[in-house]
């Protein structure tokens, strides 16, 4: 397929599972202050640290309290990591692969943005969140139609690549905020505020139900565990790596030339060590630095499929 | 003007709604039906007659019009405004630096265009894209028809459009013009007149494809009812004959859509070409020329490109031979159309066919290369290069349309009557100081059709352009219908899009033996 129509719909993918993450994470923090003894932990500063434009959101809202930062994340213009900028993005980028989209996965990535561009964030602020589910189920139904009407071809595990690595690069994030911004309340281990916190964690990647599960019982390693390695649920990071290797494996299968690439190597190296890290040795390197080396490969396989399939040169 | 539609209409009136020669209703057949209180005003009305009855092939239309309850008939055009909006058929509007988005205003209410007067269409058309062919074939060659003194070398070689690096070119199976949409209208009597030629990149039948299939949604029964001809195969036709202008010694070509890109307003139906032929649609960066051959950039390296419907206006194609500073181009791309490597279309250069003074000259083409008296007239038309035209242009701008030449999107057009003084005074300095770039034709009251107006029905001006197809020199298919353009403000005559105009469905309706389109 063409170079531009692989990277537009790898973006595609990955700008809708970021708004998607976005929306995550402001509907468990919002269900979350329902819960929780007032003032116990601030719930919004975590959200604006994990997208590392701190200080420009300082230099906008200054200190970030509920309002400011659903207005931020959620429906900022100018900010472009925003959900609806996201939104607009990948229904750009959508725009220019349309034909190689089939109408209803085109149709349904255009309500999705008018549905979100068109809200209020009055209404987004319900503290019921409905607004929020609104968008997850957005997200559902886009990717039901996705994988129902798409042909599995190439352009297909594009836009699963850009999917999973955007997915695995946000379960990391939600884990590394959270992780920092629970730890330091020792006190509280083990009791029900803990407890809550740590299920709030894992109903941001929907993982509650699957968790009890396997676990029943909350535990801080066990919920890492399951973050990190689980290996077959859909938001688990070892999970995201997994799939987004088994399309880079079919990408390149079904190619047909012998030309060098680089990425692949990457993600398997990525792959087999999450295969193989037992959660005690992620926690005891530290886990920010064991999350953090994540989003750098991450970021190495997305420069590497830059260079292996959306910068085809003029001599190759 | 062979063919009167009008009279032969009035003959399949009576015919058909059982009407006697002096106009009284037969009992026996039933009234026909009628808008109430809609009126023609003194205006050629397509789907009603001057009593606001139903013309014989609009009697199924304006019945289920007449049964629908109060209001629905505006609920069914909110919900296809919707409908396209959702489903992102939108065209982008330059003069808002947002790159807002639009649909195209839409009108609920087809017109519809009896069978003896499209036959009429269709075979005036066929001639003139015959003509036109034969035209663009002998211009950039031989030049005999300016030797031999039907048009001046001057209007040629001073069009903008003439491409002096397209001299000598032979495009495959002797074609330039493979794609048109020429703009017609109806006057007063309902004679069909060609308002312009467009042969560079004519766009709306994604439109037309469009409206035809919201239409069958919404008046399932009607249309069903009206025996109207299929558009549903313009994409494959289209896609056969882009395959066969391939070069000879390829059997398997690999056909592109060549875009300016997302920005531009027609993105929607490039994509949407592209999308029902199911191939590339590409930008000029995702196209290099390497030894005179076109390839494109995919994720497994260089392939090639043998034919390319382009979208990209002639002189942005190649840099290196046209605009240097284009960037939607591909540089080498003319190299290897001379060398017979790609095929395109149009052809470059065909924009010369478009210009009006040239398009003033084309009944003579036809006389000249085929020998035949015009079916279709053109709008007559004062070319203000000539003195004695001028003057009358001049003295009689508060009841002339002027148009520049090369302009096009209803831009460059002075509406006499409906001018001020002052527009007139601008528009006159203009022609004195370049009169070969203005025309002048007289003002047709343009034929109307009921279109919908807050809840109720107006007549509106309309146009319509048919989609035209050109295989061979003589191997030419029109599709049966078009875009219909409609003037949605009140007595405006400017039908363009960018104008705000909006578009209706078009039904020619089928002849006995002709196909006939399912809901």
């Known amino acids: 397929m063409l170079s531009r129509v692989a990277e537009s719909v790898y973006w595609m993918s990955r700008q809708v599972e970021r708004a998607e993450n976005i929306a995550r994470f402001l509907e468990v923090t919002l269900n979350l202050i329902l819960d929780q003894p007032e003032n116990l932990v601030d719930p919004w500063s975590p959200l604006v640290q994990v997208t590392a434009d701190e200080e420009w959101f300082e230099e906008k809202y200054g200190k970030p309290d509920s309002r400011n930062v659903v207005q931020f994340l959620a429906f900022d213009d100018e900010y472009p990591n925003s959900m609806v900028s996201c939104l607009r993005a990948a229904r750009e980028n959508a725009r220019g692969v349309r034909e190689t989209l089939s109408s209803e996965a085109f149709e349904q990535l255009n309500e999705f943005y008018h549905f979100v561009g068109d809200a209020s964030p009055a209404a987004a602020m319900d503290p019921t969140s409905q607004f929020f589910d609104a968008v997850r189920k957005q997200t559902l139904l886009w990717s039901g139609v996705f994988a129902s009407t798409m042909a599995q071809d190439s352009g297909w595990h594009f836009a699963n690549l850009g999917r999973m690595l955007e997915r695995a690069d946000k379960t990391s994030r939600i884990l590394d905020v959270k992780y920092f911004n629970l730890l330091p309340n020792l006190a509280d281990v083990g009791t029900a505020v803990d407890d809550l916190q740590w299920s709030a964690l894992l109903l941001a990647i929907s993982g509650i139900e699957a968790y009890r599960r396997d676990h029943h019982q909350i535990e801080i390693e066990k919920v890492v565990d399951f973050f990190l390695f689980n290996r077959s649920f859909p938001r688990s990071i070892h999970h995201c790596i997994a799939s987004a290797n088994w399309s880079l494996g079919e990408i390149e299968e079904a190619s047909s030339s012998d030309m060098a690439r680089t990425a692949g190597p990457i993600l398997d190296e990525l792959q087999h060590r999450l295969a193989h890290t037992q959660v005690e040795e992620a926690l005891a390197g530290g886990m920010h630095q064991f999350v953090d080396s994540v989003q750098t490969e991450i970021n190495r396989i997305g420069e590497a499929l830059g260079q292996d399939y959306f910068q085809i040169s003029v001599n190759t | ?519």
Not at chain 2, 84 to 110: N, R
Not at chain 2, 152 to 160: L, R, T
Not at chain 2, 336 to 349: E, S
Request: hydrophobic share 35%; glycine share 8%.
């Open chain 2, 1 to 519: 003007m062979q063919n009167q539609p009008q009279q032969t209409q009035s003959q399949l009136a009576q015919a058909q709604a059982g009407q006697s020669q002096n106009g009284q209703m037969q009992s026996q057949s039933g009234p026909v039906p009628c808008l109430d209180g809609y009126e023609t005003g003194s205006f050629f009305d397509e789907v009603v007659d001057q009593d606001a009855c139903a013309r014989p092939d609009a009697v199924a239309l304006v019945d289920l019009i007449n049964r629908l309850p109060s209001g629905e008939l505006n609920r069914r055009q909110l919900a296809i405004e919707r409908s396209l909006y959702q489903m992102g058929i939108t065209f982008t509007v330059y003069s808002d630096s947002a790159g807002t988005e639009k649909i195209m205003p839409f009108d609920i209410v087809p017109r519809i265009i009896a069978p003896d007067v499209w036959t009429h269409i269709d075979s005036g058309l066929k001639q003139r894209i015959r003509a036109l062919n034969r035209f663009l074939s002998d211009i950039y060659n031989e030049r005999k028809i300016i030797e031999d003194g039907i048009i001046p070398a001057s209007i040629v070689d001073s069009c903008p459009a003439y491409l002096p690096q397209c001299r000598g070119l032979r495009p495959p199976h002797d074609v330039w013009c493979h794609i048109t949409g020429t703009d017609l209208v109806r006057d007063n009597d309902g004679n069909v007149f060609v308002l312009e030629d467009n042969l560079r990149c004519p766009s709306g039948v994604s439109y037309v494809l469009q409206n035809r299939s919201v239409m069958k949604r919404n008046f399932p029964q009607a249309f069903t009812a009206s025996m109207v001809r299929p558009v549903s195969d313009y994409p494959a036709r289209l896609y056969q004959m882009l395959r066969r202008m391939a070069p000879a010694h390829i059997t398997n070509p690999n056909v592109v859509v060549l875009t300016p890109g997302v920005y531009n307003s027609a993105y929607y139906e490039h994509s949407y070409l592209a999308h029902q032929m199911g191939v590339e649609l590409v930008e000029g960066r995702d196209l290099l020329v390497k030894d005179d051959r076109v390839y494109m950039r995919t994720t497994d390296g260089l392939q090639s490109v043998d034919v390319i419907y382009r979208r990209v206006d002639d002189t942005f194609l190649d840099p290196k031979v046209f605009n240097p500073k284009s960037v939607l181009g591909v540089p080498g791309l003319m190299s290897a159309y001379r060398a017979g490597n790609v095929a395109l279309a149009n052809a470059p250069g065909t924009g010369v066919a478009d210009d009006k003074v040239v398009y003033a000259y084309v009944p003579e083409m036809i006389r000249y290369y085929l020998g035949e008296e015009p079916i279709l007239s053109n709008v007559p038309t004062y070319l203000c290069d000539r003195e004695e035209d001028r003057a009358y242009v001049l003295d009689h701008l508060d009841e002339l349309v002027v148009k520049a030449a090369g302009e096009s999107g209803g831009y460059g057009i002075l509406i006499g009557p409906h001018a001020t003084p002052e527009e007139r005074q601008e528009f006159a300095e203009k022609i004195i100081e370049n009169p070969r770039n203005y025309i002048a034709q007289p003002t047709l009251q343009l034929s109307r059709v009921p279109t919908m107006v807050g809840d109720h029905l107006e007549g509106r001006h309309v146009d319509l352009r048919p989609y035209i197809l050109c295989d061979g020199p003589d191997d030419v298919w029109v599709l049966p219908g078009g875009l219909t353009r409609v003037a949605l403000k009140k007595g405006c005559l400017v039908v363009n899009s960018s104008q705000g105009g909006g578009s209706k469905d078009t039904w020619v309706v089928a002849q006995a033996g002709e196909a006939i389109a399912r809901v």
